[in-house]
Nanobody, 123 residues
Framework: QVQLVESGGGSVQAGGSLRLSCAAS????????MAWFRQSPGKERERVAW????????YYADSVKGRFTISQDNAKSSLYLQMNNLKPEDTAMYYC????????????????WGQGTRVTVSS
């Protein structure tokens, strides 16, 4: 059973940075995709960024492009999200997600989810 555990959330002022981490266990395949999602109260869940396990390509929502960077350490089965120049509108619960079906990568319908880590950005 795949388990995902996020860490690194916290409170920062606008313009600050945070680095989120996601530790994955129970991953039995080298072919998977992982993503970061976020959701704030009253808003729909948003897929922030995603990446294939076997490639260097990564993809970002327009709202974070140029400020956030997704990366992975396959040897450690870990996923990261470097968030720079944070804005109050980035305030949300951030979730790590994974799926072994590449057809799901560019969707919001991932099979495995972490419990989330909260990010609060004050103005």
């Amino acid at each position: 059973q795949v388990q995902l555990v996020e860490s690194g959330g916290g409170s920062v002022q606008a313009g600050g940075s945070l680095r989120l981490s996601c530790a994955a266990s129970g991953v039995t395949s080298s072919r998977y995709c992982m993503a970061w999602f976020r959701q704030s109260p009253g808003k729909e869940r948003e897929r922030v960024a995603w990446i294939f396990s076997l490639g260097a390509s990564s993809y970002y929502a327009d709202s974070v492009k140029g400020r956030f960077t997704i990366s992975q350490d396959n040897a450690k089965s870990s996923l990261y999200l470097q968030m720079n120049n944070l804005k109050p509108e980035d305030t949300a619960m951030y979730y790590c997600a994974a799926d072994f079906n590449f057809l799901q990568c560019d969707t919001d319908d991932y099979n495995y989810w972490g419990q989330g880590t909260r990010v609060t950005v004050s103005s």
